[in-house]
């Protein structure tokens, strides 16, 4: 066995020179990194603002509604979810803040899509509006 490890630190010090132990451990190092990167902690959920076990409530004369029409604490017709969209223009522009440039609208073409991403289906919506 002692042989086996001191063929294999040769062979180590004759391709990689004597700080061997160096890159072995950056090697180590590095897959370490790459793991922790692709299999560590993702972004966080979108949490539902309904409990998924009480996905719609009984209204006492045999209608059904769900949680998402009423506010739980009033009773009362939910009017929006979020205080900074109130309106379908302040949604889009959250969404335009919160996705930074992300993915907005999609065409299906073949067996894929073609994206619009937030910013230019604003820059479409600005000049639409000065026609």
């Known amino acids: 066995m002692s ?5 294999t630190e040769l062979l180590l010090q004759t391709y990689l020179g004597e700080a061997w132990w160096y890159t072995v451990s950056g090697v180590v190092a ?6 922790w990167f692709f299999l ?5 959920p979108f949490r ?3 409990d998924i076990h009480k996905q719609s409530i009984d209204t006492g004369d045999g209608v059904r509604v769900s949680p998402l029409m ?7 017709p939910i009017e929006y979810l979020y205080e900074d969209a109130k ?3 302040e949604v889009f522009m959250r969404g335009l803040r919160i996705a930074r440039n992300g993915k907005c609208l999609g065409t299906k073409i073949g067996n894929g899509y073609q994206w619009l991403t937030y910013q230019q289906v604003h820059q479409v919506d600005f000049f639409f509006n000065y026609l």
Do not use: I, N, Y
């Open 70 to 76: 009423l506010d739980l604490k009033d009773g009362k």
């Open 3 to 7: 042989e086996f490890v001191s063929s």
């Open 87 to 89: 309106t379908l223009h």
């Open 40 to 44: 560590g902690p993702g972004p966080e």
């Open 48 to 50: 539902c603002p309904v």
């Open 30 to 35: 590095g897959l370490m990194c790459a793991s």
